[in-house]
Nanobody, 117 residues
């Protein structure tokens, strides 16, 4: 049974930082590409950052670039996402996504991040 469990969300003041964690189980984590998405109220879900196997192929959206870091710890089946200099428009539910070697896709349940001005 595949599970992706996000944590680390909450209420943050503008200018602060968030550090999200996603712990995976039920598949070979080291062979999966991992991503972070977010969805703001009334908006479509958007890709924020992704990381390939062995930590390669990092990608960031324009909104995340320069103030975000995605990383992974294959020994702990964990992918991390840190974003600094938070703005109210970063308020969203943040989701972790895995794409396994056979191209199966799995999502976590999401974690709410609210940035107050």
């Amino acid at each position: 049974q595949v599970q992706l469990v996000e944590s680390g969300g909450g209420l943050v003041q503008a200018g602060g930082s968030l550090r999200l964690s996603c712990v995976a189980s039920g598949f070979i984590f080291s062979r999966a590409a991992m991503s972070w998405y977010r969805q703001a109220p009334g908006e479509e879900r958007e890709l924020v950052a992704s990381i390939g196997t062995r930590g390669g192929g990092k990608w960031y959206s324009d909104s995340a670039k320069g103030r975000s870091t995605i990383s992974r710890d294959d020994a702990k089946n964990t992918v991390l996402f840190q974003m600094n200099s938070l703005k109210p428009e970063d308020t969203a539910v943040y989701y972790c996504k895995a794409i396994t070697r056979n191209q199966s896709e799995y999502w976590g349940q999401g974690t709410q991040v609210t940035v107050s001005s």
